[in-house]
């Protein structure tokens, strides 16, 4: 995520700027850091620091920036490269002339890095932004003839998403910007007073009037006025408009809690956990983050998930996706009793820990004992630079961005998503797939985040189905086979923050022992997609039926079997099976959402709970 601010006007910018990131402080907070020139000459100031906001606060106490000059700011939330002052943005050339904030992911860095030193640059960081202003330093250098073209010409050589904005020591009252993928919008002030931010929040409390940038357009921003025009140099007419919300309305992009506006991310969240990773035309994925231990995943005889809550259950998927994918045999283990179990692994088992905050501590210590007794491991960590990031042999990160509510939503996607492609991988280098079944997986893979659009887009009849349902104390939540963890994370999200008693059990074990609670009080949601063991989930909703117990089915798209049991009926697209549960787990998680909403909870911040737990 990261957020981004820049400000050109008559007011005092440093402190429109660290109050503007202050805001954005949600899209991420590992390091922060602003450029500016200072009030007594015109050398340019770059400051940054690692941790929160206030500490670059307070190595700014008494520092300014000249009048009428621009100032730039960043908080960091990092992919490439850990969180350090190094890697804290805003970066800055080698001739300390260009100076910039950047948003999103370089996906042919390297390349570029390496051909950038080649002709001489130094780099200072290890991200993949600081590619960006060695580059327009380049084209200024091969006499691009102003900042914006610069700018421009820079960017026709990168792959990726980005949210760019620039600053020039020759053009000190000058602001340049450039979207592709990440958001950036601009608010228009008076007497020449410009703000640009990732979102509406930093801006909102200086003015209303706002212009949304596209992708691939740009924008120079001076006292003089503003342009916009697109990479290949066409002027683009923009309108503005005018925007009324809160700053807390704008933090949540409008949405009444994080936890829905996290749902509704997930769409994004899919493109950047497969981004650089799924290479269609070479008809391969590539994981750059266990690359180098290729040679020992080859080798490897058996495969043991450690994870805890609701990360645990996406490791469940990931068994059947390992299974399925690379013939391995998998076992799912609760990080809190995996560590309490001697000589269970070995150098031939692979540990793969699944952690959103990466700072679990029970899956911490679970990486640790599995590297005493020998075993190789792997993160799937959405925190960069977090303990079990640090912790593991390699891993791979989920670039899903901070997760804000404590119910943890878009983060389990992006791991079964991560899961699903390390599972392909493995069967990649255990020779497993024809040529032909790889191209319709990696078909299939890309195609997601388009249906999970489409099941967001039942929202209100999940709504409606959460409204006459919300009373009920009790809950059963079934699936069979890849989509029995999709149930008991819909009964984790349930009892997380709605505080309601729900359980969740494969669909083929109701008979031996829970449908003894079935009655008309006790409400089933069952997962019962067109897939390999529909027929059978289907006796399970008659079976209920037959007991006058309420279902709620998640079925497929077109499904006109289902309909005839119930009426409570949420669709989602057809999809392969070992992907559904990306998508049937949306309803799920919006149904916990919308009940809990009608129970008058606190949705983001459930009672008891915590969202890094890192005591034992
Ligand atoms: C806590 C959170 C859960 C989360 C679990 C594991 O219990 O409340 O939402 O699933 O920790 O967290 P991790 O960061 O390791 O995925």
Redesign the pocket.
């Known amino acids: 995520m990261c957020g981004i601010v820049g400000y050109i006007g008559e007011k005092d910018g440093m402190s429109v700027v660290t109050k503007g990131l202050e805001r954005l402080e949600y899209r991420g907070y590992d390091s922060a850091g602003v450029a500016f020139f200072a009030e007594k000459n015109a050398e340019p100031c770059v400051i940054k620091t690692v941790g929160r906001l206030q500490s670059l606060k307070t190595a700014l106490r008494g520092k300014k920036a000249k009048e009428k000059t621009a100032v730039i700011g960043h908080t960091r939330w990092a992919t490439h490269g850990v969180p350090t002052k190094q890697n804290a943005h805003p970066h800055i050339g080698c001739k300390k002339e260009i100076m910039l904030v950047h948003n999103g992911i370089i996906e042919n860095h390297e390349l570029l890095r390496e051909a950038l030193v080649r002709e001489g640059h130094i780099f200072r960081s290890h991200t993949d932004s600081e590619v960006l202003v060695h580059l327009i330093e380049r084209m200024l250098a091969f006499g691009a003839p102003s900042f914006e073209d610069a700018l421009r010409q820079a960017l026709h050589h990168v792959r990726g998403t980005f949210g760019i904005v620039a600053l020039s020591s020759r053009w000190p009252s000058t602001l340049v910007a450039a979207r592709r993928g990440s958001p950036l919008l601009v608010g228009i002030g008076k007497n020449g007073e410009y703000i640009i931010a990732s979102d509406i929040s930093a801006i909102a409390e200086h003015t209303k009037r706002v212009l949304y940038l596209d992708d691939n357009e740009m924008i120079s921003l001076s006292s003089k006025g503003h342009r916009v025009f697109d990479i290949a140099n066409n002027t683009v007419s923009k309108p503005t408009t005018l925007v009324d919300w809160t700053i807390e309305e704008s933090q949540k992009g409008g949405f009444p809690h994080f936890m829905l506006k996290e749902i509704h991310e997930i769409p994004d969240v899919i493109d950047n956990a497969l981004r650089g990773r799924v290479l269609v035309k070479e008809n391969i994925i590539k994981l750059g983050g266990i690359e180098a231990i290729q040679k020992k995943l080859a080798s490897i005889k058996r495969i043991v998930i450690v994870?805890?809550?609701?990360?645990y259950y996406a490791g469940l998927i990931g068994k059947y996706l390992f299974e399925e994918m690379a013939a391995l045999p998998v076992e799912v283990a609760y990080a809190s009793e995996f560590r309490y179990a001697p000589h269970v692994v070995d150098k031939d088992v692979l540990v793969v820990a699944?952690?959103?905050?990466?700072?679990?501590a029970d899956?911490l210590e679970a990486v640790r004992e599995a590297k005493k007794q020998g075993a190789l491991t792997i993160g799937i960590v959405n925190v960069v630079g977090s303990s079990i990031a640090r912790e593991v042999h390699a891993g791979l990160y989920n670039h899903a961005g901070p997760e804000i509510a404590?119910?943890?939503t878009k983060?389990f996607v992006s791991q079964i998503v991560i899961l699903s492609l390390c599972a392909a991988y493995m069967g990649d280098i255990r020779n497993m797939h024809p040529k032909k079944e790889r191209e319709a997986f990696l078909k299939d893979l890309l195609a997601l985040s388009h249906k999970c659009r489409a099941v967001l887009k039942e929202s209100d009849a999940v709504k409606k189905i959460a409204k006459k349902f919300y009373t009920a104390d009790n809950f059963l939540f079934l699936g069979r086979r890849y989509n029995w963890p999709t149930a008991l994370e819909g009964s984790l999200k349930l009892k997380e923050i709605s505080y309601i008693h729900a359980e969740g059990y494969p669909a083929g074990e109701i008979k031996h022992g829970p449908i003894a609670l079935i009655d008309a009080s006790i409400p089933t949601f069952v997962v019962a997609l067109r897939d390999s063991v529909y027929e059978k989930t289907v006796s399970a909703i008659q079976e209920i039926r037959a007991r006058k117990g309420p279902v709620i089915v998640v079925a497929s798209a077109g499904d006109a079997l289902i309909p005839t049991y119930t009426k409570h009926v949420i669709s989602v697209p057809q999809v392969r099976e070992s992907l559904s549960p990306i998508l049937a787990v949306i309803p799920l998680q919006l149904f916990a959402y919308y009940v809990a909403v009608f129970r008058g909870t606190d949705v983001d911040k459930p009672r008891n709970?915590?969202?890094?737990?890192t005591v034992e």
Not at 307 to 311: E, I, P
Not at 354 to 360: F, H, I, K
């Open positions: 994870a805890c809550g609701t990360s699944v952690s959103q905050s990466g700072e679990t899956t404590v119910a943890s983060a709970l915590a969202k890094s737990v």
